[in-house]
């Protein structure tokens, strides 16, 4: 199973999204958020925290989704210190829509290949 991990610098920014992914690929789709060290940050020790929830609960391929740059670095600082019981990819999309996006294929049965391609095409969603 594939899941989803929200990296935010803000608890409330990476939470709010979170119940978005929720209320729309219901619970079938594996979905955590960290973020919000003091009142704004996010460090790699959370990160790893939040890998470690999904694979408690059975992911074993996981999708990373950062909203600004050291939220990446994060990420992938705690994706090489992480134990190979999971795939860990830090996506590169845009950080609400990709998400959806992903979340959106993983709960129609795409994988994780498919779920990384449909939140890196969210580059190309015009708002008008």
């Known amino acids: 199973m594939t899941g989803i991990l929200l990296v935010s610098h803000s608890k409330q920014l990476a939470q709010g999204l979170e119940k978005l992914l929720h209320s ?5 789709v594996f979905v955590e958020s960290v973020g919000g060290v003091g009142s704004l940050g996010v460090d790699a020790t959370m ?5 470690n929830q999904l694979t408690d609960m059975g992911s074993t391929e996981i999708l990373v989704f950062g909203d600004l740059g050291s939220a ?3 990420a992938e600082n705690a994706k090489d210190l ?4 999971a795939r860990v990819h830090v996506v ?3 950080f ?5 996006a992903a979340a959106m294929s993983l709960s129609t049965g795409g994988g994780a290949e498919e779920a990384m391609a449909a939140a890196e095409e969210a580059y190309q969603i015009r708002k008008r």
């Open 47 to 51: 990160v790893m925290e939040g890998l």
């Open 72 to 74: 990446i670095l994060s």
């Open 96 to 100: 609400v829509e990709g998400a959806v």
């Open 92 to 94: 590169d999309a845009p």
């Open 82 to 85: 992480m134990p190979v019981s």
């Open 24 to 28: 729309l690929s219901g619970e079938d």
